[in-house]
């Protein structure tokens, strides 16, 4: 690109110099219209478009169970009974989609070398890592979180007792395709086999309830020991 003297006409991609300053001339200004046309909606596009690819970019593939390698589950020595329970249910689905036994610890001298690590509910562990995530959660909402310390782990907790066991049932759902489809253990449940289960790193989801109460319309009295409801129904009030 050239520069303009004096008295001299400006040819096309020429710099215009005029008091110390640069003017960047028509046929510079023309190239960055026809880019900038639709305005602002334009450039957000692109920059979102940019930060979608570098965020997929980053995300890698974790294998929680495969043909070669099983998770290990784990919760708090003393834990309520709603969290054992949670903890439980979590590796009987596992076992059973994955056709083998998942075990859950409380110590974690026992767990399976190698693998990834589940935690059910609350712990000292669970709280130095994601601690105030958990006490700023709403009523009996929970989270699905992965952390890499020390090894892959999987975080499914929630600040009430109920809410581990709602971790679990999405973690269920979400990751290994179970799904309750009326209150039955034989027929009403679908628990697919699956060899390989994985999730992405990038896992962080917060799950908070969006209504003050839930109604289950009458499936406590079909069945009196509630065992069988599924899908967050218990309590008229969340939390």
């Known amino acids: 690109m050239q520069s303009q003297g004096p008295g001299e006409k400006p ?29 602002p909606s334009r450039v957000f596009c692109v920059a979102l478009l940019v930060l979608t690819l570098a965020a997929t970019a980053r995300a890698a593939t974790i294998t929680v169970v495969s043909p070669t390698s099983l998770p ?6 003393y834990a309520d009974d709603a ?3 949670a903890a439980n249910e979590l590796a ?19 767990l399976p070398g190698g693998g990834t690590v589940i935690h059910v509910g609350r712990s000292a562990f669970v709280d130095s890592l994601c601690g105030f995530e958990l ?4 009523a009996d909402g929970f989270i699905m979180k992965y952390v890499n310390n020390f090894g892959n782990r999987i975080i499914l907790a929630g600040n009430m007792d109920r ?3 709602y971790a679990v049932e999405q973690f269920l759902k979400d990751y290994c395709g179970v799904r309750w489809l009326f209150p039955d253990d034989i027929y009403g449940e679908h628990v697919p086999s699956i060899p390989t289960i994985t999730i992405d790193s990038s896992l962080d989801e917060t799950h908070e309830p969006d209504y003050t109460s839930r109604h289950n319309f009458g499936m406590y009295y ?5 065992g069988y409801l599924r ?5 008229s009030q969340h939390g």
Do not use: H, Q
């Open 231 to 235: 899908g967050r129904p218990i309590g």
């Open 11 to 39: 040819g096309p991609g020429s710099v215009k110099i005029c008091d110390d300053s640069v003017v960047i001339d028509r046929e510079c200004t023309k190239m960055w219209k026809r880019f900038l046309i639709g305005g």
């Open 92 to 110: 009987r689905y596992l076992s059973r989609v994955c056709g083998r036994t998942v075990s859950v610890v409380t110590d974690p001298g026992d």
């Open 135 to 138: 006490d700023a959660l709403k």
């Open 222 to 226: 079909w069945y009196s020991g509630k």
């Open 83 to 85: 969290t054992i329970e």
């Open 72 to 77: 290990g589950i784990i919760r708090d020595m």
């Open 163 to 165: 809410a581990s066991l």
